[in-house]
T-cell receptor, first 113, second 110 residues
């Protein structure tokens, strides 16, 4: 158990809908990272927050947004869902700003039908 | 653009040594990472290189040559539990993007 908690573990929704994925980082960790892993695209970095502020941004679609709250948990919002958004979404957390210290949650598997 | 290349699959024998190569072409370079991912599980961090040379962590070593855009991961004394996908990833010059390679699926045979 990495100490990073992601909810829900599985999510099935229809095209056009909006969902929110939640991540609780390890106690004391200030950075949260979001990744998407699909069969055709592999693992992709989406976005990083550090202590509530956006720190780095990858190839995150405009339909996707994220935020980190004062209690340091983070949410990833996915809207106008398409079939191609079906993927495993991982969250990771670290004390500082570098991924070397990051531990991953077990992921949320999103299926868009 | 960003391009990271690594072999799709490799096979090795228990107890042997295997080298997984990764080449990258990115807009700047600010560190290279290796992750291990077992099937159905989350990735776990293995190693980080930002300067040229060798980084050793137990049975795992990683080597970087920035001038050649080349890195490898060396796994010694292979064990069955090392069967997994190994992903290299590069953080770009401004630390803004983090690009993963497609991963190398390693199978360790008895």
């Amino acid at each position: 158990d990495s100490g990073v908690t992601q909810t829900p573990k599985h999510l099935i929704t229809a095209t056009g809908q909006r969902v929110t994925l939640r991540c609780s980082p390890r106690s004391g960790d200030l950075s949260v990272y979001w990744y998407q892993q699909s069969l055709d695209q592999g693992l992709q970095f989406l976005i990083q927050y550090y202590n509530g502020e956006e720190r780095a941004k990858g190839n995150i679609l405009e339909r996707f947004s994220a935020q980190q709250f004062p209690d340091l948990h983070s949410e990833l919002n996915l809207s106008s869902l398409e079939l191609g958004d079906s993927a495993l979404y991982f969250c990771a957390s670290s004390v500082g700003t570098l991924e070397t210290e990051a531990f991953f949650g077990q992921g949320t598997r999103l299926t868009v039908v | 653009g960003q391009n990271i290349d690594q072999p799709t699959e490799m096979t090795a024998t228990e107890g042997a040594i295997v080298q997984i190569n990764c080449t990258y072409q990115t807009s700047g370079f600010n560190g290279l990472f290796w992750y291990q991912q077992h099937a159905g599980e989350a990735p776990t961090f293995l190693s980080y290189n930002v300067l040229d040379g060798l980084e050793e962590k137990g049975r795992f070593s990683s080597f970087l040559s920035r001038s050649k855009g080349y890195i490898y991961l060396l796994l010694k004394e292979l064990q069955m539990k090392d069967s997994a996908s190994y992903l290299c990833a590069v953080r770009d010059n401004y630390g803004q993007n983090f690009v993963f390679g497609p991963g190398t699926r390693l199978s360790v045979l008895p």
